[in-house]
């Protein structure tokens, strides 16, 4: 290399810069929309007459379609060119997007939402594989600095946003905004990323793909029908669960044995990669789920507008704001056990004064809760993610990476299912007799109900808040088992921006 071309490539050239805005672009719409919908719950529940039990399946199908192409990612670029694969997942999203926001029941809502999730689950690995490929070892830590901001923009921006389309326009275009920006990341990416050829390296390991994807979401159906009261006796209840856990429990003994498995499961029974993973699977499943809570709590309990409780929400987003970036240089120095276990403890702080939440609990105190969790949030995932990642050998990054970006999709989906569940059980026992029939939470609490009612649904709401302050608990004592070795959270970044 001649002493001339060096500080070309160690700068961020015009080229670059194009690129990594086009996989913002995109990255930005995909997180974007995971955050714009939980404000709505609401607003779609009125209009479908429809349950939170049936509502949550919104979210819940969209994370659990993220997780089904998630694995297939690395052979789809392979196969097709990931620039082919960037556009054709950006046009199944936006084709998703437009159903969705077009959809006339609730239940083809929650069928165009898993198309988008199809869509969705490919665009930030495609995209980031192509910016990595063009930036090189020596800028990928600037450049990662760039993407990462649409990852602390969008919980901000997206209840913000959603709560403003919900009020003042229609629950509809909180999927049809998708639409523009969609337009704008086709035409750049046609425009700005260069054409690569197919090359395929390995085949599809389709067995484990038809054990893993239906376990899943059998697993998760199985364990809403049990909370909702069905009972493990039941075959939508037990008998789901049971199947589910049998085909994933297929899929893990098949993966152990075929080379080139969906995820490489050989990795995560490795101390050093099992225990941070896990620790991410049971923070997601409990912040998740209080992700699409929140904003029901602000709307029905303190009958809050859709915009106002996006704007409410801000503060946790501002709170992993400003830990993220102080976590990350903090891993380097201490290690991440410690930090993720500081983090944590923010969280099960949080999740602890949730528990206690009533309708008279000041707005004060809320926001403070919420902002706390914050915090704790940004000091849990890129060191936890760090963690797995820093102890193997660099080409085994891609794989552990797809299994942490599965782990946190299905245990947020599981987190969605479970709380949704647990608080419409909760609303039917804690409400007064007779008053439990006419409660909705697309309609909040009925004309001329008594005063009782109120805090009867702030008592439901907090007792299901115990359930994530469990998880986060058990995350927690799985975190303790986290090496203590110092990690280089630089080549860990790139997969967390993959991961959120």
């Not at 070892?137 to 993407?147: E, S």
């Not at 409780?309 to 993220?324: N, T, V």
């Not at 914050?374 to 990476?401: D, F, K, Q």
Request: charged letters at 10%.
């Amino acid at each position: 290399m001649s002493p001339s071309k060096a500080p070309v490539e160690a700068t961020l050239d015009p080229r670059l810069l194009r690129i990594a805005a086009v996989v913002i672009l995109g990255t930005f719409m995909s997180i974007l929309d995971t955050t714009i919908v939980n404000v709505a719950i609401k607003e779609l529940s009125k209009s479908f007459t429809a349950p939170l039990a049936t509502m949550q399946w919104i979210s819940t199908g969209y994370m659990l379609a993220l997780a089904t192409v998630i694995p297939l990612t690395g052979w789809a670029a392979d196969r097709f060119g990931t620039k082919r694969l960037y556009m054709a997942s950006i046009g199944m999203f936006l084709l998703g997007s437009a159903l969705s926001g077009a959809a006339w029941s609730a239940g083809s809502l929650i069928v165009f939402r898993v198309l988008q999730g199809l869509g969705g689950g490919m665009i930030m690995p495609a995209g980031m594989t192509i910016l990595t490929h063009a930036a090189g070892p020596k800028r990928m830590g600037r450049v990662m600095g760039i993407v990462g901001v649409p990852m602390l923009l969008a919980p901000i921006i997206g209840p913000i946003l959603g709560g403003w389309l919900v009020d003042d326009v229609s629950w509809r275009w909180i999927f049809f905004v998708n639409l523009p920006i969609g337009a704008i990341a086709l035409f750049a990416a046609q425009r700005v990323f260069e054409r690569d050829e197919p090359k395929p390296h390995h085949s599809l390991d389709w067995p484990g793909l038809l054990m893993l994807s239906p376990g899943l979401a059998i697993f998760v159906y199985g364990l809403a029908e049990t909370a909702a009261g069905a009972g493990l006796d039941s075959v939508g209840g037990g008998g789901a669960v049971l199947l589910g856990l049998a085909l994933v429990i297929a899929f893990v003994l098949h993966a152990r044995v075929r080379n080139g498995a969906l995820i490489d499961v050989k990795m995560f029974a490795q101390r050093a990669v099992g225990a941070p993973a896990l620790t991410v699977f049971l923070f997601c499943t409990a912040f998740f789920g209080v992700a699409l809570l929140m904003p029901l709590y602000f709307q029905v309990v303190r009958g809050d507008s859709a915009l106002h409780a996006g704007l409410l929400l801000a503060a946790q987003g501002i709170g992993a704001m400003i830990s993220m970036p102080i976590a990350s240089r903090l891993t380097d120095k201490l290690g991440a056990r410690r930090i993720v276990v500081v983090g944590l403890s923010l969280v099960a702080l949080g999740m602890l004064s949730l528990s206690q939440i009533s309708d008279t609990t000041t707005l004060l105190q809320v926001e403070l809760t919420l902002f706390v969790m914050g915090l704790g949030m940004g000091s849990t995932m890129m060191p936890a993610m760090s963690a797995a990642l820093s102890s193997i050998e660099r080409h085994a990054v891609a794989r552990v990476t797809a299994g942490l970006n599965v782990l946190q999709r299905v245990g947020g989906s599981i987190g969605t299912a479970l709380l949704a569940v647990v608080l419409s059980h909760q609303l039917a026992v804690a409400m007064p007799a007779g008053q439990s029939a006419t409660l909705h939470v697309g309609h909040g609490v009925p004309a001329g109900a008594p005063g009782q009612v109120v805090p009867a649904l702030g008592a439901a709401f907090g007792h299901t808040f115990m359930w994530s302050f469990a998880l986060v608990i058990c995350a927690l004592i799985v975190a303790l088992f986290i090496r203590r070795s110092h990690v280089d959270t630089a080549a860990a970044s790139a997969a967390h921006v993959i991961v959120e």
